[in-house]
């Protein structure tokens, strides 16, 4: 079964906007990690967060963790229309390298 | 540096023929990850290998799915025989195997069985 359920699964914003999208998980983490996916393609890696931080950025990135409520949030600012994307949450289960991906939320960002 | 390579790109058979997916990974990482996506979903993870020996395979359909990682370099995944839910794209990963390292993907197997 999926470890992560990210929402909104779709979210549609115009160029310029920010996007913000949400992932709850079960479990005790090692860390937790942010993937993107353009369509027909694999995973790229965007951030990962260690189960002892809150809040990480990375260029227009700014991921948030909560693992009292077992969430996390991914903000895009600024977005492009090259940001339109499936972006997935990954954790890592306590103890183990086991990456286990959540449902995704679908990006389209509108020029 | 060179990425995770995977082949064929596509694949397309009848049910309850076999396919078999390759997987080459980064050099030097040790953990190689199969994960099978169908449309629209996330990634499902199938095996983990940590070197040669499999970490996780709980996931893995183990009366069709078989997969080995020869001398811990490349990897390979079968499917026979194969069923019309098996079509999805099969995704392989690898990384160094450290609590805070990053997956890298390869572009993916996708399998239509018809």
């Known amino acids: 079964s999926q470890q992560g359920e990210e929402d909104p699964q779709a979210l549609s914003i115009q160029e310029g906007e920010n996007a913000t999208m949400n992932c709850s998980y079960k479990?005790?983490?090692?860390?937790l990690q942010w993937y993107r996916q353009n369509s027909g393609r694999g995973l790229v890696h965007l951030i990962l967060?260690?189960?002892?931080?809150r809040e990480k950025h990375s260029g227009r990135l700014r991921v948030t963790l909560d693992t009292s409520k077992k969430s996390s949030s991914l903000l895009i600012t600024a977005s492009r229309a090259a940001d339109t994307a499936s972006y997935f949450c990954?954790?890592?289960?306590?103890?183990?390298?086991?990456?286990?991906f959540g449902t995704g939320t679908r990006l389209k960002v509108l020029a | 540096e060179a990425g995770v390579a995977q082949s064929p790109r596509y694949k397309i058979i009848e049910k309850r023929q076999s396919v078999a997916f390759w997987c080459n990974p980064i050099?030097?990482?040790?953990?190689l990850y199969w994960y099978q996506q169908i449309l629209g979903q996330g990634p499902k993870l199938l095996i983990q290998?940590?070197?040669?020996?499999?970490?996780?395979d709980s996931q893995l359909p183990k009366d069709r799915f078989s997969a080995e990682r020869l001398k811990g370099v490349d990897s390979t995944l079968k499917i026979q025989p194969a069923k019309l839910e098996d079509s999805a794209v099969y995704l392989c990963?690898?990384?160094?195997?450290?609590?805070?390292?990053?997956?890298?993907f390869g572009e993916g197997s996708r399998l239509t069985v018809l």
């Open positions: 479990t005790s983490i090692n860390n």
């Open positions: 990954a954790t890592a289960l306590m103890g183990t390298y086991k990456y286990i």
């Open positions: 990963a690898s990384s160094f195997g450290t609590n805070t390292g990053e997956l890298f």
């Open positions: 290998f940590q070197n040669n020996g499999v970490v996780d």
């Open positions: 967060i260690r189960s002892n931080e």
């Open positions: 050099s030097g990482h040790a953990t």
